[in-house]
């Protein structure tokens, strides 16, 4: 009995298969075919828009699936939440959906969009934040290129964003964060009391979970003598303690550690004035506590 999976198509596709490839399966896709081939005998890959991913799985079309938290709200997706793994296009952090004016705008606060209208995929959520914040204004759908209606009578757009760099271009400026969203790896109902099919979705959320821990992280091997080992250890920030090993020559230890990979540059040249031999940095696929 195979698993059907869905591999969210567009700004996530990229970044999702790199993470399955940390995870150590291989994702190919055809730019002509909507079925991914995953070496993998027991998984059935589709590829699905994020928008679309959670009423599909609802819906049984497949087993399990990759999409934002923001959509599954969005759609009212009654859903197993198996994982929440946070990666997006850019890097490891949640996107937000933020709501954005033209720079010259006069709107500077959610109050000011009184009578105004909005343009968003993100409708009901929209829609929800203006009620918390006690406006009525007109939502709009907007089926793509969001960013440019503002140029067309809208007054203001609530888009997805990482970095906020496409907003700028376009001479946008935010006013305020709507919601924010990460990855999801959520399950059909049915398919998640089949026994064999939870064993393989569990399995499959603990090798992505393990790769996107992994994500920015390195490990750093050093031999260090007796007399420095405490002097090493302070240096060392480690996500636990330090694996220390007796070497075969009397005196000598195997340090062996995991560390975020911006401080390298910093706490290697520490390590060796401190003592550390033959330091050696590899990098990391997964991560499992």
Not at 81 to 88: E, I, M, P, T
Request: glycine share 6%.
């Amino acid at each position: 009995m195979g698993l059907k999976l869905g591999i969210p198509k567009g700004s996530l596709q990229e970044a999702t298969v790199r993470m399955f490839k940390k995870a150590g399966f291989n994702v190919t896709i055809s730019s002509r075919s909507y079925y991914p081939s995953i070496d993998d005998p027991e998984i059935e890959a589709v590829l699905f828009r994020a928008q679309e991913m959670s009423r599909y799985i609802e819906e049984g079309v497949l087993d399990c699936g990759l999409t934002g938290s923001d959509w599954i709200r969005e759609n009212s997706s009654k859903v197993v939440h198996v994982a929440k793994l946070v990666y997006a296009k850019q890097g490891a952090r949640p996107v937000r959906w933020v709501l954005a004016v033209p720079v010259n705008s006069n709107i500077k606060s959610v109050k000011d969009l009184k009578g105004k209208r909005i343009a968003t995929e993100l409708v009901k959520a929209t829609k929800k934040y203006l009620r918390k914040n006690k406006v009525r204004a007109d939502v709009e759908f907007s089926w793509g290129a969001t960013e440019v209606k503002t140029n067309l009578g809208i007054d203001a757009i609530v888009e997805l964003t990482e970095t906020g760099s496409s907003l700028r271009a376009n001479n946008l400026r935010i006013v305020d964060t709507v919601c924010e969203s990460v990855t999801e790896l959520i399950a059909n109902k049915s398919a998640w009391r089949n026994r064999r099919k939870r064993a393989k979705i569990e399995a499959l959320a603990l090798l992505l979970k393990g790769a996107v821990l992994a994500e920015g992280k390195v490990g750093l091997k050093m031999n260090v003598s007796d007399k420095n080992l405490k002097r090493v250890l302070k240096i060392l920030p480690a996500m636990k303690k330090p694996t220390i090993s007796c070497l075969s020559q009397d005196g000598w230890f195997d340090v062996d550690t995991i560390i975020d990979e911006e401080t390298v540059k910093t706490i290697i040249p520490r390590l060796k004035a401190a003592g550390a031999q033959g330091i050696i940095e590899y990098p990391l696929n997964k991560v499992i506590y």
